[in-house]
C-alpha cells in the first residue's frame, strides 16, 4: 500500500515569512495530493489539492508543487500570518484506492 | 449547503461496552470513509463505501470493529466489546465520487474516551 512521509515535525517561522513542508510518497500510481489544516479541536479542512497530471498550482498565499519522478510534493505558505498557526497534513491517493493516506502532520507555529 | 453530520461529538464509556458513532454524509455524495486520528497514529483510514457498498475494509483494526451503510444519507461506525486503547477521534467523510479525484470533506468527528 501507500505509505506517505511528512517533514518537518514542527515548524516555526516569523510572521511574514515563508513556511514549507515536505512529503514524498511510495505508491509510483498514486494520483491524487490534497493538503489539509487541522485546527486544534477541529475537523482537517482541505486548503488546496493537486492531481498527477499538474506540476504546480497556487491559491493565493499558497501553493503546491509535485514531482512525480522524485515521488515528492510540497506546501508552500508565503507571507504567513498568526492564523496560518496550525497541524498541516499531507495526503495521497494510491493507485487503485479511493482512501487517502496521510502524513504525520506539520505543527506550523507563527511567531509575532 | 449542510456539511458531513457526525454524531454524538464525545463520548465517554466504560470498557466493554458497545459504541455506536454515525454519520450523515453530505447530500449527493456517493463515497464515505471513516477515519481514526490518535496521537501515535495520525489519521488512519479505517474503511470506505462506494454507493452503499463496502469497498476496502482493511483498515479496520479488528473484528470488534463493524460499518454499515443502510442508505446514501447515513453509516455508522460500531466497536463491540470497547477497549481503552480505542480512545481516539473518529472522522467520518465524503466525496462526490469513486474515482478519488474529488475532495474528501470530514465531519467534526466523534472524540471517543474508553475509561
Known amino acids: 500500500g501507500e505509505n506517505v512521509e511528512q517533514h518537518p515535525s514542527t515548524l516555526s517561522v516569523q510572521e511574514g515569512d515563508s513556511a514549507v513542508i515536505k512529503c514524498t510518497y511510495s505508491d509510483s500510481a498514486s494520483n491524487y495530493f490534497p493538503w489539509y489544516k487541522q485546527e486544534l479541536g477541529k475537523r482537517p479542512q482541505l486548503i488546496i489539492d493537486i492531481r498527477s497530471n499538474v506540476g504546480e498550482k497556487k491559491d493565493q498565499r499558497i501553493a503546491v508543487t509535485l514531482n512525480k519522478t522524485a515521488k515528492h510534493f510540497s506546501l508552500h505558505i508565503t507571507e504567513t500570518q498568526p492564523e496560518d498557526s496550525a497541524v498541516y497534513f499531507c495526503a495521497a491517493r494510491g493507485g487503485g484506492a479511493d482512501g487517502l493516506t496521510f502524513g504525520k502532520g506539520t505543527h506550523l507555529i507563527i511567531q509575532p | 449547503d449542510a456539511g458531513v453530520i457526525q454524531s454524538p461529538r464525545h463520548e465517554v464509556t466504560e470498557m466493554g461496552q458497545e459504541v455506536t458513532l454515525r454519520c450523515k454524509p453530505i447530500s449527493g455524495h456517493n463515497s464515505l470513509f471513516w477515519y481514526r486520528q490518535t496521537m501515535m497514529r495520525g489519521l488512519e483510514l479505517l474503511i470506505y463505501?462506494?454507493?452503499?457498498?463496502?469497498?476496502?475494509d482493511s483498515g479496520m483494526p479488528e473484528d470488534r470493529f463493524s460499518a454499515k451503510m443502510p442508505n446514501a444519507s447515513f453509516s455508522t461506525l460500531k466497536i463491540q466489546p470497547s477497549e481503552p486503547r480505542d480512545s481516539a477521534v473518529y472522522f467520518c467523510?465524503?466525496?462526490?465520487?469513486?474515482?478519488?479525484?474529488?475532495?474528501?470533506?470530514f465531519g467534526d468527528g466523534t472524540r471517543l474516551s474508553i475509561l
Open positions: 463505501f462506494n454507493n452503499n457498498v463496502p469497498i476496502d
Open positions: 467523510a465524503s466525496s462526490l465520487d469513486r474515482a478519488g479525484l474529488q475532495p474528501q470533506h
